[in-house]
C-alpha cells in the first residue's frame, strides 16, 4: 500500500498569511494527487485535482505543486472561511490512501 | 444538480449487519466507478471499497474483506454497501463518492455498540 504522509499535523496562522501544506507519498505516484477541505460534520471538497489542478469555482489563493513522491498545497492569503481540516490523497492505485491531514485555524 | 443521496445507517449490535445505500442523480451514473470511504469519530478519511462501472469488478480494503460487499444497480443510479459481521471499529461515517472523488454523499452514520 501506498503510505501518505503530511506535515504541520496542525497549523494556526494569521489572515492574509500565506500558508503551505506538505504531503509525501512512500513511492512514486505521479501527479495523482488530490487535496480536499473538510469542515466539522461535512463531507470533503476537492480542491484539486492532478496535484495541482484547481476545482472549477475554487478560490485561486488555493494552489497545488509537486509531483512523484513530494507535493505542497498552498493558501496564498488565509481567509477566516479556510478554517479546517486539509487533506492529501493518492489515486494512483487501490487502495486509495489519504493523509492523515492538517488542522488549520486562525491566531 | 450533481448530488449523491445516502441513506441506511443506524446503531446495530457487534456481530450484525447494515446496507446503505448511495442514490446517484445529475450525471450519468452507470459510467462512473465508485467508492466508499469512512471516518471514523475524530480521525482521518480512509478508503473502504470500489467498484467498476460494469458491477463485476471490485476492490476492498483489506479490514473489510470478507464482511463488506459492494454492489450498484445501474438501472436505480443507486450504490449499495452491504456491511456483515459488523465490528466497534467499523463505527465511522460512511460516504460514498464517484470515480473523479469531486462529488461526495452527505455521509452515514454507523454505530456498531451493544
Known amino acids: 500500500d501506498i503510505q501518505m504522509t503530511q506535515s504541520p499535523s496542525s497549523l494556526s496562522a494569521s489572515v492574509g498569511d500565506r500558508v503551505t501544506i506538505a504531503c509525501q507519498a512512500s513511492?512514486?505516484?505521479?501527479?495523482?494527487l488530490n487535496w480536499y477541505q473538510q469542515k466539522p460534520g461535512k463531507a470533503p471538497k476537492l480542491l484539486i485535482h492532478?496535484?495541482?489542478n484547481l476545482e472549477t469555482g475554487v478560490p485561486s489563493r488555493f494552489s497545488g505543486s509537486g509531483s512523484g513522491t513530494d507535493f505542497t498545497f498552498t493558501i496564498s492569503s488565509l481567509q477566516p472561511e479556510d478554517i479546517a481540516t486539509y487533506f492529501c490523497?493518492?489515486?494512483?492505485?487501490?487502495?486509495?490512501?489519504f493523509g492523515p491531514g492538517t488542522k488549520m485555524d486562525i491566531k | 444538480e450533481v448530488q449523491l443521496v445516502q441513506s441506511g445507517g443506524g446503531l446495530v449490535q457487534p456481530g450484525g449487519s447494515l446496507r446503505l445505500s448511495c442514490v446517484a442523480s445529475?450525471?450519468?451514473?452507470?459510467?462512473?466507478?465508485m467508492h466508499w470511504v469512512r471516518q471514523a469519530p475524530g480521525e482521518g478519511l480512509v478508503w473502504v471499497s470500489r467498484?467498476?462501472?460494469?458491477?463485476?469488478?471490485?476492490d476492498y480494503a483489506d479490514f473489510v474483506k470478507g464482511r463488506f460487499t459492494i454492489s450498484r444497480d445501474n438501472g436505480k443510479n443507486t450504490l449499495y454497501l452491504q456491511m456483515n459481521s459488523l465490528r466497534a471499529e467499523d463505527t465511522a461515517v460512511y460516504y460514498c463518492?464517484?470515480?473523479?472523488?469531486?462529488?461526495w454523499g452527505q455521509g452515514t452514520t454507523v454505530i456498531v455498540s451493544s
Open positions: 467498484i467498476k462501472s460494469d458491477g463485476i469488478s471490485t
Open positions: 445529475g450525471f450519468t451514473f452507470s459510467i462512473h466507478r
Open positions: 490523497q493518492q489515486y494512483d492505485d487501490v487502495p486509495l490512501t
Open positions: 513511492q512514486d505516484i505521479s501527479k495523482y
Open positions: 463518492t464517484r470515480s473523479s472523488m469531486d462529488v
Open positions: 492532478g496535484a495541482s
